[in-house]
């Protein structure tokens, strides 16, 4: 819905042409903070969490990652994980999974990392999601005409009870769609608590939110799916705190400029889950989510 | 315990007034535009033995009471030809006065001595006005005249910017405006986002905006009240005028129904660029649609020499569809019935009855089982008796009262998924507002002019509804419902009052220069939720809650004024303001507003603070004029969990804004209009710092403020050029008048920031490999823009 609104707005274009251009400016200097990128789930593999410096905005580096920290997850049942330092990826933590995946449904993970006297903690409940039941694609007209634009569409149903959440995230020819613009969240089966959408099929924006968003040179979307392409779509369980995170991640860091700078919200910190023990110690950042996967891969015939 | 003082002493004003009224004889009647008919607002009745006099009200209706005696009156209008006239007042008389438009603008004969008086009798402070003529000549956007695009000239009036709806007034948010149209409120003044505004100018008689020494009978918002006011219709004879522009096509139609007694106006416009566009565009040919529109429509019967009913109505609408079945549209209607009544020669009244509706409707989706179709609305009724009673020529004594029912749809709202159909709406919230008001206009001495009053305002918030509340937390995080109680049809959910008082004084220190000064406090009971940089059609309003207290203002102002030159023509002044408000309202970061049930759970409150000083100076006559406008001002607010609990700035705060504004007449068929804005940059927030997370870049600052940084200065000039088309043609003259207007918006094609966003490079970053991050600029308009149009009448 909101991203139709968006596409609305560029239908304005047609009228007046608003006009992005690039600048460089001299940015406030700011301390480094640490980040915890934390999303683990029960997808039989490798799990990993980071632990990185933040950097200034405008300096395009590999975030630094940090060494020597001491991370692990326990849960309600009193099993501790305990996740060890790649040796040659500075920050970089991961548990090898063996024999069954990560964690059970509905239990409770606390997070810690200790790293040069600091102590980091943070909690989450591991969700549930429902199956890919499949995966279609569609022609679609296209204003132009063109004739080989297709979009594909996931098919699944948010199981009854209210409060899922869910990151569908898809990998087309086995690269992840990670541009800001295709952050896809589902709460229940729609977009927000309010939607008040639970136990139905994910409704059709969600259902087509598997499309990457390209573009062409002159700024027109290509045909999301081509025949031979593969896609592989996954549901992600979240916490509601982790789908407030990334809502509000989705709305600070999609930026398309143009009209839809006019309904742009103003810039602000996204939340965070991860806190120092000590509320007087170093700044943290970053997110811990714990949740179960479904998945489903097609490659696309006529 | 003061208040009650101070009604005890209005209520010993009337009384006073009323037992040393006697063996005085009373003066009134209208004041109408002899070419038209149509009244005339704030014309001056001045009585030169007495040196006294009086201003018309909205209706053109004046009255003064004063001894019996011979006395010359001028009646006059800035651009109307005076009318003297000799009366013997040896008993009350009503004198309906028609004033002609003069030929020589502005040749106003200005009698020295009687200057102080004739200054004295017009007292207003902190308003503007814009005549529809002057609004007509500012080079407008694509050449289209717009009412709320020339208030932007004005000082203390600004803008978060180009395209943006609406506009700001003393650091106050877009929704602390009252926008009036015949006193209908209007919940969304804007067509294509804020690039135009609704009111047709072919339709508008009168425009005013107070800013500030707000009289009693106007209440519900804390910035600012714009009064504007339809033309009533040429009650002389039939006129057709209208237009063609780069936007809109316009006409109005307008004639007497029956001659001097009744007439009517109806004006139409309609952006007509997919009409134009849909050879070209296939989108359109397969039911894509990008339209506005609007009608306005006014009748009024001059029933008796004691009656008078006027019927308006408004109805515009914005339409955007993607095809037959997708797309949304919004649109205000609005519709005003009033009664004047002269119920004797002192005594006006006038009833008015409004009925005012602002709606959106979106729907996407183009087959049936998987659909979303969601419509809002605010509408409500008003009824407001106004009575005025003209005590002498010193008093005059205004009191009514005003009951308005309001219901709030926030969601009427199904979502179907394949086939599955739910009904999300949330419930509807029904308001009821009300108000007792009186003030009276009171002159002492030569000197001295006050005006003084109170507003008594009632909001009820009542069933069939919820009301919920929060759990506390952290200030800026959202708030956890903790409870839910359901209330019958007409109980009361919440109330509130607020005794609003309201003080003006003027001090006429020379008969050129005075003094002026005024204190108000406003009540609003709605609110704008919005929390994007440009107000858009899709926010909402809401009204006070059990959770959302009513948002007050608190405005003083002081200020000096003084006419120049030999014929009074230069005007100037300088108007300091201060104005502290409560309950202001913001939101959580990652505010949840539409479709959401717990939205109070979102919203904060916070206190704001705006002061600021405005240099006006005007040339009114003469083939050049113009004025020169210049606010400094500044404008914070302090929200606890944002911008860690400190003052920040709002997006709106400008340092400097300086307006300039002026015309020139070249000969007698070409005239030439140019303005220029600067205006500083605009508080925004900048990150310091990135970081990743799951892939993706996240901006961060690590200060957590909230508008740290300054946008670049914006500047603007536009140039018209006007050529009025031939009065004669082989030697006879044109019964059609007609013109020409060449504009050019933004003549040195400035790219004038609007914002400043960061965000990742568009381009998909491979695994492993840093994300390109940058900051970009974004002009709204980018180059110049030229426009023509062709006006016409006949």
Redesign the interface.
């Known amino acids: 819905?909101k991203r139709?609104?968006v596409?609305?707005l560029f239908?304005?274009a047609?009228?007046?042409?608003?006009?992005?251009?690039?600048?460089?400016?001299t940015?406030?200097?700011?301390?480094?903070?640490y980040?915890v990128?934390a999303?683990i789930s029960d997808k039989p593999e490798t799990q990993v969490i980071r632990l990185?410096?933040?950097?200034?905005?405008?300096?395009?580096?590999?975030?630094p990652g940090v060494s020597g920290a001491t991370v692990s997850v326990s849960d309600n049942e009193g099993n501790t994980f305990s996740f060890a330092e790649n040796a040659n990826e500075a920050g970089v933590y991961s548990w090898v999974q063996s024999g069954s995946g990560f964690g059970k449904v509905g239990n409770v993970y606390t997070l810690s990392v200790n790293v040069n006297g600091e102590s980091f903690i943070a909690q989450s409940k591991m969700g549930r999601v429902p199956k890919v039941d499949s995966i279609t694609f569609q022609h679609t007209d296209r204003?132009?005409?063109n004739p080989d634009f297709y979009r594909g569409q996931f098919?699944a149903t948010d199981p009854k009870g209210p409060g899922d959440t869910y990151w569908i995230k898809t990998y087309k020819n086995g690269?992840?769609?990670?541009?800001?613009s295709e952050?896809n969240l589902a709460y229940d089966?729609?977009f927000?608590?309010?939607?008040?959408?639970d136990g139905?099929?994910?409704?059709?924006?969600i259902r087509n939110g598997i499309n990457p968003d390209?573009t062409d040179a002159n700024n027109q979307p290509l045909s999301a799916y081509s025949p031979g392409d593969s896609v592989y779509v996954e549901i992600h369980a979240l916490t509601e705190a982790t789908f407030?995170y990334l809502?509000?991640?989705a709305?600070?860091?999609?930026?398309?400029?143009?009209?839809s700078?006019?309904?742009?919200?103003?810039?602000?910190?996204?939340?965070t889950n991860v806190f120092n023990q000590n509320a007087k110690g170093a700044?943290v950042?970053?997110?811990f989510n714990v949740g179960s996967v479904s998945g489903l891969g097609k490659k696309f015939k006529i | 315990m003061s208040r009650n003082l101070y009604l005890l002493s209005i209520l010993y004003f009337l009384t006073h007034f009323a037992a040393n009224a006697q063996a005085k004889h009373t003066l009134n009647g209208y004041i109408r535009d002899k070419a038209n008919g149509e009244a005339l607002i704030g014309a001056t009745i001045f009585i030169r033995e007495l040196k006294t006099g009086t201003v018309t009200n909205v209706y053109g209706f004046y009255s003064i009471t004063v001894p019996a005696g011979t006395y010359s009156l001028e009646f006059s209008y800035l651009g109307y030809t005076t009318v003297n006239q000799v009366v013997d007042l040896t008993g009350s008389i009503r004198l309906d006065i028609e004033l002609s438009p003069s030929a020589q603008e502005l040749q106003e004969v200005v009698v020295t001595d009687e200057a102080e008086e004739r200054k004295a009798i017009n007292k207003e402070m902190s308003t503007n006005k814009l005549d529809i003529g002057t609004i007509k000549k500012i080079p407008a956007f694509l050449g289209e005249v717009d009412v709320i695009k020339s208030l932007q000239m004005l000082p203390g009036v600004s803008t978060v910017?180009e395209?943006?709806s609406g506009f700001n007034v003393r650091g106050g948010s877009v929704g602390q405006n009252l926008v009036l149209l015949d006193e209908a409120p209007v919940y969304n003044a804007s067509h294509?986002?804020g690039?135009f505004s609704v009111f047709n100018p072919d339709a508008v008689k009168d425009v005013k905006l107070y800013k500030g020494a707000i009289p009693p009978r106007y209440g519900g918002r804390i910035s600012s009240i714009l009064d504007v006011r339809m033309k009533e219709g040429n009650s002389k004879k039939w006129e057709v005028s209208g237009g063609v522009g780069t936007i809109f096509s316009r006409v109005a139609v307008e004639g007497p129904l029956i001659k001097d007694k009744a007439s009517f106006i109806i004006a139409a416009r309609r952006s007509y660029?997919d009409v134009l566009?849909r050879p070209f565009?296939?989108?359109l040919q397969?039911g894509a649609g990008?339209n506005f529109y609007d009608l306005t429509v006014k009748s009024n019967y001059n029933i008796s020499q004691r009656d008078h009913v006027y019927l308006s109505g408004f109805f515009g609408r914005d339409n955007?569809l993607?095809d037959r079945d997708?797309?949304?549209s919004w649109g205000n209607a609005t519709g005003t019935l009033r009664w004047n009544h002269i119920f004797n020669k002192r005594l006006f009244a006038n009833f008015t009855g409004v009925y005012s509706n602002y709606d959106y409707h979106?729907k996407?989706?183009k087959n049936t089982s998987?659909q979303?179709s969601w419509n809002s609305s605010i509408s409500n009724y008003i009824f407001k008796p106004e009575l005025t009673y003209f005590i002498d020529s010193k008093n005059e004594l205004s009191f009514g009262a005003e009951a308005i029912y309001y219901t709030f749809v926030p969601a009427n709202a199904v979502?179907v998924?394949?086939g599955?159909s739910?009904d999300?709406s949330?419930d509807k919230k029904y308001n009821f507002e009300s108000a007792l008001y009186a003030g009276n206009s009171q002159r002492i001495g030569k000197v001295l002019t006050l005006d003084y009053g109170l507003r008594f305002s009632n909001f009820n918030y009542f069933g069939p509804g919820s009301s919920y509340s929060y759990n506390d937390t952290i200030p800026g995080?959202?708030k956890s419902v903790s409870g839910e109680k359901s209330y019958t049809k007409g109980e009361s959910i919440a109330t509130y009052h607020n005794w609003e008082p309201r003080a003006s004084f003027k001090v006429q220190v020379t008969p050129n220069s005075s003094i002026k000064g005024s204190y108000n406090r406003m009540a609003q009971y709605l609110h704008l939720i919005s929390?994007?940089?440009?107000s858009?059609p899709?926010d909402v309003w809401t009204p006070s809650t059990n959770n959302i207290r009513p948002e007050i203002g608190n405005q003083f102002t002081l200020g000096y004024f003084r006419s120049l030159g030999k014929e009074t023509e230069y005007e100037v002044s300088i108007e300091g303001y201060y104005r502290r408000t409560q309950n202001q309202i913001d939101y959580v970061?990652?505010a949840?507003l539409?479709?959401?049930?717990?939205l109070e759970g979102d919203l904060l409150s916070g206190m704001g603070r705006a002061y600021g000083v405005e240099l006006y100076a005007q040339k009114k006559t003469g083939r050049l004029n113009g004025w020169v406008s210049y606010t400094l001002g500044h404008t914070e607010l302090k929200v606890n969990g944002i911008n860690r609990n400190n003052w920040y700035s709002t997006?709106y705060d400008q340092r400097h804004n300086l307006k300039v504004a002026a015309f020139y007449d070249i000969n007698k068929r070409w005239s030439a209009s140019a303005n220029f804005i600067f205006v500083s940059g605009t508080p925004?927030?900048?990150?310091?710092?990135?970081?990743?997370?799951?892939?993706?870049?996240?901006?961060?600052?690590?200060?957590?403020s909230?508008?740290?940084?300054r946008l670049p200065s914006y500047n603007r000039l536009d140039l018209s050029m006007r050529l009025e088309g031939k009065r004669v043609k082989r030697g006879k003259e044109r019964k059609n008048h007609d013109y020409w207007v060449f504009s050019v918006y933004n003549v040195y094609a400035r790219?004038n920031p609007?914002?400043?966003?960061?965000?990742?490079s568009?381009t998909?970053?491979?695994?492993?490999?840093?994300?390109?991050?940058?900051?970009?600029?974004?002009?709204?308009?980018?180059?110049l823009v030229p426009a023509i149009s062709y006006n016409f009448k006949f």
């Not at chain 1, 927000?192 to 959408?197: A, I, M, Q, R, Y």
């Not at chain 1, 700078?261 to 939340?271: D, G, H, Y």
């Not at chain 2, 609007?754 to 990742?760: C, G, L, P, T």
């Open positions: 819905m139709k609104y596409e609305l239908f304005f047609i009228l007046f042409s608003g006009c992005d251009t690039v600048i460089h400016p940015l406030q200097p700011a301390d480094p903070v980040v990128d999303f990185m410096l933040s950097q200034p905005y405008l300096e395009a580096q590999l975030p204003n132009d005409g098919w690269i992840l769609l990670n541009k800001p952050i089966a729609a927000s608590k309010g939607s008040n959408f139905y099929t994910f409704i059709q924006p390209d407030d809502a509000q991640v709305i600070q860091t999609n930026r398309p400029g143009g009209f700078e006019l309904f742009a919200r103003p810039l602000a910190n996204v939340p700044k950042q970053g997110f | 910017g395209g943006a294509l986002l690039f660029i566009a565009v296939k989108a397969n990008l955007f993607f997708q797309g949304f979106l996407f989706g998987d979303f979502s998924s394949n599955e739910r999300i949330l995080i959202r929390n994007t940089t440009a858009n899709l970061d990652g949840d539409l479709l959401n049930k717990y997006r925004t927030t900048f990150p310091t710092s990135r970081y990743v997370v799951q892939g993706i870049l996240i901006p961060y600052n690590a200060n957590e909230r508008n740290n940084v790219k609007f914002s400043v966003y960061f965000a990742q568009t998909r970053t491979p695994a492993g490999q840093p994300i390109p991050s940058q900051a970009s600029q974004l002009s709204i308009i980018g180059s």
